[in-house]
Structure formats: C-alpha cells, structure tokens
C-alpha cells in the first residue's frame, strides 16, 4: 500500500470519512478554503447517524431550530422546523437538502466502505483502502465518523434459535416494519430505549420493556412551532447563534435557571425552580443551580424531585420502585428526553420486566427467560447503546507511523490533543474526538467549531509551505490528563456511563468528553491558534 501511493498522484487534498453534519460541513469548508477534497460513506445516503437510527420514535433532545447548521444564514432563514425537538425523518431531509443546496453530492461516494487507511511516512501522504479494491491518496484525512455511529450488537446466548423478528436499533430497516398487535420485547433502557417504548406502545398488542438499570429521563415538554415563534426566532437568530458559541452546552439555557448551590436557597423556593425547569423541558435540568454535578448533597435534592415526579405518574408501586433505583447521581449519566415515557408504564398493554434481580439467562425459539421464568415473543429489539466516540476509529484500519495502529495506540485508553489530532499520526483529524466537547453539548456547534478549526489549521500549514502536520506527544498527553483532571472534580466518574465507555466489554475506562464546555474550550482552540498552533508541528 505504501508503495501505490509513492508511485500515484494524489487523487485528493483531502478524503474525509462520514457523510453526516460533519462530513458535508468540512466539505463545505475546504472546498471554501480552496482544498479539493473527497467524502466517503458505507451507507447509499447522506445523513450519517439520522441515516442509520431510524427506528420509531427517534427524535433529537437538543431543539431542532438549535440542532442545525448556524454557517448560512440564508439557511437557517429558509428552513422552517415544524417541532421543537424533530423526528428523524425531518433531520434527515434537512440534511439532504443541505447536501443539494450546496451542491456537496458531486463530491460523495456512497457505498464507500473503508477498510484501512495508512500512512506512507516518506511522502507524508494517506492510502485509504475500499472494500471492493479501490485506492485513494491523499495529503490529509478527517474522520468525521460520528460519535454515536457504531452499534453494539447482542451477544445473548441462543439469540440465533429464537423463531419471531429482531432488530437493533441503530441498524432498523429502511422498510416499514409491521408490529400491530404482535407481543414485543424491548431491551435497553437508554435514550434509543425510551423513545422506542413510548412509540412501539402505542402500536404493539403487548410491550415488555427489559429494565436492568434505570436511567433518569426528563419530559421534552416537545410540541408544534408555530409561525409567531418561528418568525421572532428567526429576527434573533444570529443574536442567538453568537450567545449559543459561548454557552456550555451549545445553545442558549432558560433565564429560570439559577447560578446559586442548591442548597443556599430555601426548599420551597428549591421546588419552585424545579417545577419551572420541569415544565420548560428538555437536558437543562442539571443546570438548574449551579453546583448539581459537583455537589453531591445538592444532586440528590434534584434526584429526589425526579423521584417525585416519577412516583406521581406511573401508577404501580413495583414499576416506580423499579424505575426509580437509581445506581447515579443525576446527570452522570446522560439523561434521556422523552415524551410520555413514564405514562406509557399505565397503560394495559405494557409492562416492565425487572432484570436487574432476575438477569437475563438466554433467547429462546420463542422469546425471552430470566432466571425465574420465561416470555414468549413475536419481536425482540435491542437498544444497547454504541461503542460511543471510539468504536467506529478503531474499526476503520488506521495505521500511522512505524504500523503502529490506532488499537495499539489506544489500548490504555483514547488520547487525542484537543479531541483533534494524535501523535503518531499525522495530518489525520478527527472531528469531535474524544478530548473535546462533543457529546456534552450541541454536537453541531461542536461540528462547526471543529471544522472551522481544522480548516483553519489546514491553511496555516499551507501558508508556510508544509503539507505535515502533527499532535506533539508530550502535549496531547497533557491535555488528556487535563480532560480526566476535570472530570474528577464532578460527579460524572460516579457512574458507569458510555462516556467513560463501560458500556462495552473490555474497553477502557477513561472519561472522554471535555467537560469544560463549547464557550470554554473555544477559549483553548483560540489560544493555541493564537500561539502558531501551539503543540503541533509542521514539517
């Protein structure tokens, strides 16, 4: 392989892997900066993550007029979101008509599964290998393969004799799939889980929700835009945009919130806040005061008003009881977003299975057993989380330096300076890597920044006449010890959550977001800017 691309022209600039927000964004922005450049997809559509996870019920839980590309304010004028926090299918169509309105399909090649990507380190150049034989070449790569995108798939024991239907939710068929009146078992309770339940409810002849571990979940309060919002939302949107760069999470948080501990105010006034925060909706409930994720004490003030609210809808003890032994603080994990997820538990075709006592011990050809007993079924789905921000790097075959490969290089744990680049590696990027905001804030605020960035490095190395660029060791070391550093000053380690990649079976355990947020960490990208691409070199 290193001999073809010493011996071949360069077919690209740059070849960048994932064609979702990401992917056509930093094609956008290098076609822009006057780079030529390539984007490969395995799937025969653009959208990435909204192309994949299209199971019912699926819904973003960041505000769609948020979730949305802030580049074109021609954009953002002409497209009208009809909800506050938009379905799937409408994500999707966004995105493809981002990829139309800006002509970036001309540059795709769909059906483009990767199989290896390495690095020729005479010539300072990449070979990306294809399944079916093809080769690329190219100075630079960015792997914009999304952080949710690798499914983990069941491993039960006697999953293959059982007889009825199963479907994993991040790979659901592009076709419709019948489940009226069938007997369905759902396992995974996470935020794929609850949409599910809360959408196949209303369908199926009887739903069993497998439940091990209960994850928060606030109400989305979701409903219609109308055109008196939407228009005053569009007067104010650049106002909004400039706020969301500078914010934590990526967009602009309700003024109900409190900058005060939780435990500095009165418990009336403490409710009074959270009803308030309750009924505006969506993740913003661990910002309700200020110290909820580092004060432990004040945490379980605001775990407890869950519980409340919890023990108020769902109508059987069993259920609340089940639903409410929380192993986390609140907010250590993600928190799930959902439209009447507790009230689908009262309604007379649903119920919970608690497997947390009563593990899961096989398939079988007709369903589901526990240790007590057994569940017959037409249909099984597995909602099992991802292998989040890694999984789909570690697969991709890429190998750097010396044959060192990323696996090799990772195998204590992920390091990338600034989420961006890793030593060893060079001139490979990774947009919203681990090390950076990503999966804690707007992840397309988070996308922008990113692409602007790299770009941004990018043309700075061909200004001085370079075409190396790479992560110094000793710095990417530091700032990953400074990703963990801050994460222990939370409460986020307290919990087995994806983020630290318990999750998975072997992998790991290391905090990966930088939990310093969007506003802060664009104060970092800024300062190493500033300072000649401090902790990069450039050859």
Excluded at 133 to 144: C, D, E, I, K, N
Excluded at 313 to 321: K, R
Excluded at 366 to 375: C, K, N
């Amino acid at each position: 392989m290193t001999d073809l691309a010493a011996d071949r022209q360069l077919d690209h600039d740059v070849i960048i892997v994932g064609a979702g927000f990401a992917g056509l964004y930093m094609l956008h922005r290098l076609r822009s900066a006057g780079f030529s450049a390539r984007v490969l997809d395995a799937a025969d559509g653009v959208g990435g993550t909204w192309y994949w996870n299209r199971y019912p019920g699926a819904r973003c839980d960041v505000q769609s007029f948020d979730y949305s590309y802030s580049f074109s304010d021609e954009l953002q004028q002409d497209w009208t979101w009809s909800e506050r926090y938009a379905t799937q299918p409408e994500i999707l169509r966004y995105i493809e008509h981002v990829a139309e309105r800006f002509d970036l399909n001309r540059d795709v090649q769909l059906g483009a599964t990767v199989l290896g990507a390495t690095f020729d380190d005479a010539h300072s150049r990449w070979t990306i290998k294809l399944e079916g034989g093809q080769h690329l070449v190219s100075t630079y790569v960015v792997m914009a393969t999304g952080c949710l995108s690798v499914p983990k798939r069941p491993s039960f024991a006697g999953l293959s004799d059982f007889k009825g239907e199963t479907y994993i939710s991040g790979e659901w068929p592009h076709h419709p799939v019948q489940l009226s009146g069938k007997r369905v078992g759902i396992i995974g309770t996470g935020s794929t889980g609850i949409q599910l339940t809360t959408a196949i409810a209303r369908e199926a002849g009887e739903l069993l929700l497998f439940h091990r571990t209960p994850n928060f979940s606030l109400p989305a309060q979701n409903r219609p835009l109308d055109e008196e919002f939407t228009r005053e939302l569009k007067s104010q949107y650049d106002q909004r945009r400039q706020e969301a760069r500078t914010t934590t999470r990526g967009y602009p948080v309700p003024p109900i919130l409190s900058n005060l501990s939780a435990l500095e105010v009165e418990h009336e006034q403490r409710l009074e806040v959270y009803e308030a925060v309750w009924r505006n909706g969506g993740p913003v409930f661990t910002s309700s005061f200020a110290d909820l994720l580092t004060n432990p004490e004040a945490n379980a003030t605001a775990s407890e008003f869950v519980r409340g609210k919890i023990s108020s809808i769902v109508q059987d003890p069993a259920t609340v009881e089940a639903l409410t032994r929380f192993d986390h603080p609140l907010g250590t994990r993600r928190p799930c977003v959902d439209t009447g997820y507790y009230e689908t538990f009262n309604q007379p075709n649903v119920a919970l299975v608690d497997v947390h006592d009563d593990p899961i011990v096989e398939i079988t050809a007709d369903g589901i057993r526990t240790a007590s007993g057994s569940y017959d079924l037409d249909v099984i789905v597995f909602a099992l989380g991802f292998d989040a921000m890694t999984g789909a790097l570690l697969r991709m075959g890429i190998t750097g330096q010396d044959g060192t490969t990323l696996p090799e290089r990772w195998s204590d744990g992920p390091s990338a300076y600034l989420g961006v680049a890793m030593s060893g590696f060079p001139n490979l990027f990774t947009v919203t890597g681990p090390g950076s905001p990503s999966v804690l804030t707007n992840m397309v605020m988070a996308i922008e920044q990113h692409v602007d960035w790299i770009t941004g490095i990018l043309e700075f190395a061909r200004d001085q006449g370079t075409d190396r660029v790479e992560a110094d060791a000793d710095t990417e070391k530091l700032w990953t010890q400074h990703v963990v550093a801050i994460a222990d000053e939370t409460l986020f380690p307290r919990a087995n959550s994806w983020w630290t990649g318990a999750n998975i079976p072997g992998k790991p355990r290391v905090f990966m977001p930088y939990i310093g947020g969007l506003g802060q960490f664009q104060q970092v990208l800024d300062d190493v800017r500033t300072h000649g691409y401090e902790g990069f070199s450039f050859s």
